[in-house]
C-alpha cells in the first residue's frame, strides 16, 4: 500500500473513502432552511451591480425572490433563460470575482448574498425533475454546424435550437462538454454533472451532437460553409505552451490539463498516480485546479511557481486561499531554468525574478525545489485556425462573433476578447445565435 | 401555461395585478412604464374636483415599521389625494388608456359628498375613455377632516347615496372602495351594493401612528415637531384585509359581490389567497412602493406555476374556493385533536419553542441536559405557538391524532364524527345532538 511520502510518482496514495471524501462538492449544495436564510438577505436592487458583473446578465434579483417565494423551479427558468448552462456556471464561477464581488452586501458587511449556491439551489431543483423549460419555435427549415461542444457552442446550439433552427454539433472528443467534462476541476463538477447537463440541454430538441469529428481533419471548413446555413466555431483552445527549458521531455513532466482530464475521466481515482513532490508552473485557475488536485490524490508537498507577484496573478485571491488552505505552497517571483533528473525528473531549478521598466528579468538568484512530478499551466493556445483572421493568437471576431469568413462566427475561449471563463463561453455563444438567427430570418 | 387574463366587470386584464390607486399610479409616466414591467391594470391616483388641486406637506409623509434586516413590513402615509390638477391628470388617463388599450385602467375619485360634484366630474372622467370608476371612501387623514374619504365611508347611508349618483351619471363599472376603519365591513359594502355598485375594493389604509420620536416627542413622521396619524399598509395589514375580505364574501347581503382585494399583497402567494377568499383581483401599493415595478415578475412567474401545479388553467378556477372553509367559531370541529411533533434532524436547539411553550403556553416541551426538545403529548394542545416562533421551517409540524386512538392529554379516545361548541355538553346552550 502507498501513502504519501511513497517516491516517485505512484497511484493510491490514500484510500478510497478519503478520496471520495476528498473529491466531493467544494461548496455544498444549500438544503432548503439555507436557501431560504440565504434568499432572505437579498435587497431587490434596482438595475443591480450583481447582474451588470454577470457575464451572462441573468436576473439575479427575480431569480433570489422566486426562491423566496417557494417557486425555485421559476427561478431556475430565469436564470437559465439568460445562461442554459446555469447550473454549472453555478458549480464553477469565481464569484468572487462576478456577481457576489459586486454584490452591494459585500461593499456593506464583506458578506455578498451566495448567489452562486443560490443559482445552484434553484437549478439543481429543475434539472433534478428532468424538467426543460423552453420548447421550440416553429421550425425554420435552416440548417446550422457548431464546431466544439464546450459551453460556447452548446450554449449557442441550444439558442439556435430554441429558435427553431436545426442544429449539428461537431466534437473532436468522444464525448461533448468540453472543458466541463474534461477540465473542470472534479470538486466543483462532480460526478456526472457534466454529461447529464449536456443531455438535459439537447432535451430542448433539434441538436444533433456528433463526436469524433475533428475540424482540420474530418471537417473542413468550406464544405461546412457550403453545407449548412450558417457555423459557429467554439473550438476553444486546443494547444498548450510548452515550458521551453532543458529537460521539459522528462518523465514526469506533463501538461496540467491532461492531468485533469486524466483525473476527470477515471472511474477510480485509486488508480491515478500522483507524484509525492508536485511543482505546477503557471498562475492561473488551471494550475491552481492542478496543485489542489494532486494534494487531495495525496501528494506530500504542492508548489505553485509563478513567475510574478501575487497580484499579478490570475487565479483571484479566493483560488490562491484555495490553495494554501489545502497545504498547496506558493512560490512568486520564479521562473523555470531547467528540469533535473536521470530521466525521470528529480528537481527543478527555479530563478527569482524581478519587474524593471515593466519587463519580467531573472535576477540570477537560483533555487532548487524537489519534484518528481511537474505540470506546465501556463496558458493554452487555439489549435484549430481554420484559415480565419486572427486578432493576436486568436480568431478574430466583430460584434457577436462575426469572423473575417461571411457565414461563420466563432465564440468562447477560441475567439478574441473576454475573460476565458466558462460563463464568457456561454454568453459568447448565446449572443452568436441571436446574431446567426437575426441574418438567417434577414432582419440584419 | 396557466392563463392569467382576468375578467373583471367585464373589464380585460392579461393578469390580476393591478396597482392600487397611490403614488405609483399618480401619474402618465409611472403609469407607462407600470405597464412596460407588466403590470395588468392600474387605479390612477385620486382624483379631486375642479379647480386648485389639494396640497401634500413638504416634510416626511411614510413611516415605517421594519423587520429583521430593515425589511418594510408596515408603511404608513400621510399623502391626500393627487395634489396636480385635475385636467392634467384626464388629459394623461384618456393619452395612456389609448396606448394600453389591453390593460385595465380604472380612475379614482373623491370629489365632495354633493351630487353636484360628482355630476360635474362624472361626464369628464367617462370623456378619457377609461375602462371604470372607484370611489375613494377611504382615506383616514386630511381628507376625512374635509368630509370626504373615510368620512363618507364610515357611513352606509352616504356610500349607497354616493354610489347611486355615480351609476346614474356614469355609464361603466363602479367600483367601492372601503375604509377598515369601521367596526363591521358588511354593512358599508351592502350600502354599497343597494346603491348599485359593480364591485368593492378593500382595504385602504388603517388609522396608525408608527413611531414616537422620544427626543422631540413627537410622533413619526414628524413635520416640524409634530404629527398626526396616517394611513397603514403593507405586510402587516394583510391579514386585516383578508378578513375582511371574507366576511364580504361570506355574508348573506354582500355574497357573490365581485370584490377587488387589497392590503399587503407583495408575493404570488398573497394574491393567490386572496382569490381564493373571493377576489376577481387583487391591488398592490406598498410592495411596488418598496421594490419597484419589476416586482411584478415575481408575481406573474409565481402564480403561474402554482396554477400549473395545481392544474388551475384560469383564475376563475380557484377564485373563491376557500370562501366554504371560511366558518364562524362555533363551527369547528373539537374532535380534531392534533400534537405538535418536532423533527430532531431539522431541529437547531435554539430553545424558542420551549421558552414560548414553557412561559406562556402549556409547558409541553420537554428539554433535556443535551439540549434536545421534545414534545410532551401529555400536555400538548396543538396551540400551534412552537410552530410559529420555530426559525426552521417545518421544523415543527401539527399531526392529527388519528380518530380512535386515546389522546394522552384527556385520556378520551379522539372520536371520527364532528362536533363542534353547538353541540358540546359545556356549553350552556348546546342543542341536543340529533
Ligand atoms: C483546467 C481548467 C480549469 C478551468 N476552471 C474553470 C473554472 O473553474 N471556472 C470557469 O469559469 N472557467 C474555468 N476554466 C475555463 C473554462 O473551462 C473555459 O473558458 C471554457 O470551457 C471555454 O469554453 P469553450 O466552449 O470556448 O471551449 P472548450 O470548453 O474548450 O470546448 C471546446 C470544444 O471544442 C472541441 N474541439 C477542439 N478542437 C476541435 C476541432 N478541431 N474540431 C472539433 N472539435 C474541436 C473540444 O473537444 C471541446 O469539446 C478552466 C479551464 C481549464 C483548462
Ligand atoms: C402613499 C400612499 C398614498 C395613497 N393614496 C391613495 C389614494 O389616493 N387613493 C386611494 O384610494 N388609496 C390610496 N392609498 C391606499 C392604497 O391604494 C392601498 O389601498 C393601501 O396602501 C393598501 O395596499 P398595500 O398594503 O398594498 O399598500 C395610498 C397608500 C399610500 C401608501
Ligand atoms: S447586489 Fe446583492 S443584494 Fe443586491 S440584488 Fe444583487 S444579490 Fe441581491
Ligand atoms: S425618495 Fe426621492 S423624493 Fe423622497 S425623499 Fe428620497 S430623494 Fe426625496
Ligand atoms: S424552536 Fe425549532 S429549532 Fe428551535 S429548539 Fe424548537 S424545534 Fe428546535
Not at chain 2, 40 to 68: D, F, M, Q
Amino acid at each position: 500500500m502507498n501513502n504519501t511520502f511513497t517516491p516517485g510518482v505512484v497511484p493510491a496514495r490514500l484510500g478510497t473513502d478519503e478520496l471520495q471524501q476528498n473529491f466531493t462538492d467544494l461548496h455544498a449544495p444549500l438544503s432548503g432552511h439555507e436557501a431560504a436564510v440565504a434568499a432572505d438577505r437579498c435587497y431587490f436592487c434596482h438595475d443591480a451591480p450583481c447582474v451588470t458583473a454577470c457575464p451572462t446578465d441573468i436576473d439575479i434579483p427575480l431569480f433570489i425572490r422566486q426562491i423566496s417565494t417557494g417557486t425555485p423551479e421559476a427561478a431556475a427558468t430565469t436564470i437559465f433563460d439568460m445562461n442554459i448552462l446555469g447550473g454549472m456556471c453555478a458549480r464553477v464561477c469565481p464569484t468572487e470575482d462576478l456577481c457576489e464581488q459586486a454584490c452591494v452586501r459585500e461593499l456593506a458587511e464583506g458578506k455578498p448574498v451566495e448567489i452562486g449556491r443560490l443559482q445552484r439551489f434553484a437549478t439543481d431543483k429543475l434539472m433534478n425533475k428532468g424538467v426543460m423549460p423552453f420548447t421550440r419555435a416553429q421550425a425554420t427549415g435552416k440548417k446550422v454546424a457548431v464546431v466544439g461542444a464546450g459551453p460556447a457552442g452548446l450554449s449557442c446550439a441550444h439558442r439556435l435550437a430554441m429558435l427553431g433552427h436545426d442544429v449539428t454539433v461537431y466534437d473532436a472528443m468522444p464525448k461533448a462538454g468540453g472543458l466541463n467534462e474534461y477540465g473542470i476541476a472534479a470538486y466543483k463538477s462532480t460526478g456526472d454533472f457534466a454529461a447529464r447537463e449536456v443531455d438535459w440541454l439537447c432535451s430542448i430538441g433539434g441538436i444533433e451532437i456528433k463526436p469524433g469529428f475533428a475540424l482540420g481533419n474530418e471537417l473542413k471548413i468550406d464544405e461546412l460553409v457550403g453545407d449548412f446555413a450558417a457555423v459557429f466555431l467554439a473550438v476553444g483552445l486546443g494547444g498548450v505552451n510548452a515550458l521551453g527549458i532543458a529537460g521539459d521531455d522528462k518523465d514526469g513532466v506533463a501538461d496540467a490539463v491532461s492531468f485533469i482530464q486524466e483525473l476527470r475521466q477515471a472511474s477510480d481515482l485509486t488508480t491515478l498516480p500522483v507524484g509525492r513532490n508536485v511543482v505546477v508552473i503557471g498562475g492561473g485557475m488551471t494550475a491552481v485546479d492542478a496543485a489542489v488536485q494532486s494534494k487531495l490524490l495525496g501528494a506530500d508537498t504542492v508548489t505553485i511557481a509563478y513567475r510574478r507577484g501575487r497580484d499579478a496573478m490570475s487565479a483571484s485571491r479566493y483560488e490562491q486561499d484555495l490553495a494554501a488552505s489545502h497545504g498547496v505552497k506558493l512560490l512568486f517571483n520564479v521562473q523555470p531554468k531547467a528540469i533535473h533528473g536521470n530521466g525521470a525528473v528529480a528537481e527543478i531549478e527555479l530563478e527569482y525574478t524581478a519587474t524593471e521598466n515593466g519587463k519580467l528579468t531573472g535576477t540570477g538568484e537560483m533555487i532548487r525545489v524537489l519534484a518528481d512530478q511537474v505540470f506546465r499551466a501556463i496558458g493554452q493556445t487555439l489549435a484549430t485556425e481554420a484559415g480565419l483572421k486572427l486578432d493576436g493568437r486568436k480568431l478574430a471576431i466583430t460584434g457577436a462573433g462575426r469572423t473575417s469568413l461571411a457565414g461563420v462566427w466563432a465564440g468562447g475561449d477560441c475567439a478574441a476578447g473576454g475573460d476565458d471563463l466558462t460563463v464568457t463561453a456561454v454568453a459568447e455563444g448565446r449572443d452568436a445565435a441571436m446574431d446567426i438567427h437575426a441574418t438567417l430570418m434577414g432582419s440584419n | 401555461m396557466a392563463d392569467l387574463t382576468t375578467d373583471f366587470l367585464g373589464i380585460k386584464s392579461p393578469n390580476p395585478f393591478w396597482l392600487a390607486s397611490a403614488p405609483p399610479t399618480d401619474k402618465e409616466y409611472n403609469v407607462r412604464r407600470a405597464f412596460e414591467a407588466g403590470w395588468g391594470g392600474v387605479v390612477w391616483k385620486t382624483l379631486g374636483e375642479e379647480g386648485p388641486p389639494v396640497v401634500n406637506v413638504n416634510g416626511p409623509r411614510y413611516g415605517v415599521i421594519y423587520g429583521a434586516d430593515r425589511r418594510v413590513l408596515g408603511l404608513n402615509n400621510i399623502e391626500l389625494i393627487t395634489d396636480r390638477s385635475l385636467e392634467i391628470n384626464l388629459e394623461e388617463i384618456t393619452r395612456v388608456k389609448k396606448d394600453y388599450p389591453d390593460r385595465a385602467l380604472i380612475v379614482s375619485i373623491m370629489v365632495p359628498c354633493e351630487e353636484e360634484a360628482w355630476k360635474a366630474i362624472l361626464p369628464r372622467v367617462e370623456a378619457t375613455g377609461a375602462d371604470g370608476i372607484e370611489l375613494n371612501f377611504g382615506c383616514p387623514h386630511g381628507m376625512s377632516e374635509r368630509g370626504m374619504g373615510a368620512a363618507v365611508g364610515q357611513v352606509p347611508e352616504y356610500i349607497e347615496r354616493v354610489t347611486r349618483w355615480c351609476k346614474q351619471y356614469y355609464s361603466k363599472p363602479v367600483i367601492v372602495k372601503l375604509t377598515p376603519n369601521i367596526t363591521d365591513v358588511r354593512k358599508p359594502a351592502a350600502a354599497a351594493r343597494r346603491g348599485g355598485a359593480d364591485a368593492v375594493s378593500l382595504i385602504n389604509t388603517i388609522n396608525s401612528i408608527t413611531s414616537v420620536n422620544l427626543d422631540t416627542m413627537s410622533p413619526e413622521p414628524s413635520i416640524d415637531g409634530k404629527g398626526t396619524h396616517g394611513g397603514y399598509c403593507g405586510p402587516a395589514v394583510k391579514p386585516i384585509a383578508l378578513s375582511m375580505v371574507s366576511e364580504i364574501a361570506r355574508a348573506e347581503e354582500t355574497a357573490g359581490m365581485p370584490i377587488s382585494g387589497i392590503g399587503g399583497i407583495t408575493t404570488w402567494r398573497d394574491a393567490a389567497e386572496y382569490i381564493t377568499l373571493g377576489c376577481g383581483n387583487v391591488q398592490v401599493c406598498t410592495a411596488a412602493m418598496t421594490y419597484g415595478f419589476k416586482i411584478v415578475q415575481e408575481m406573474i412567474s409565481g402564480l403561474s406555476q402554482w396554477m400549473d401545479e395545481k392544474g388551475h388553467t384560469s383564475i376563475d378556477d380557484f377564485m373563491g374556493k376557500a370562501v366554504p372553509n371560511t366558518t364562524d367559531w362555533q363551527y369547528l370541529n373539537l374532535n380534531y385533536v392534533a400534537k405538535a411533533v418536532i423533527d430532531q434532524d431539522a431541529c437547531i436547539a435554539c430553545g424558542r419553542c420551549y421558552a414560548a411553550c414553557e412561559d406562556t403556553s402549556h409547558q409541553a416541551i420537554a428539554m433535556s441536559e443535551d439540549r434536545t426538545f421534545t414534545v410532551i403529548d401529555e400536555e400538548c394542545v396543538a396551540c400551534n405557538l412552537c410552530v410559529d416562533v420555530c426559525p426552521v421551517e417545518d421544523c415543527i409540524t401539527l399531526v392529527q391524532l388519528a380518530p380512535g386512538t386515546v389522546d394522552p392529554r384527556t385520556g378520551k379516545v379522539v372520536e371520527k364524527e364532528y362536533a363542534n361548541w353547538t353541540t358540546h355538553p359545556n356549553n350552556p346552550g348546546a342543542v341536543a345532538a340529533e
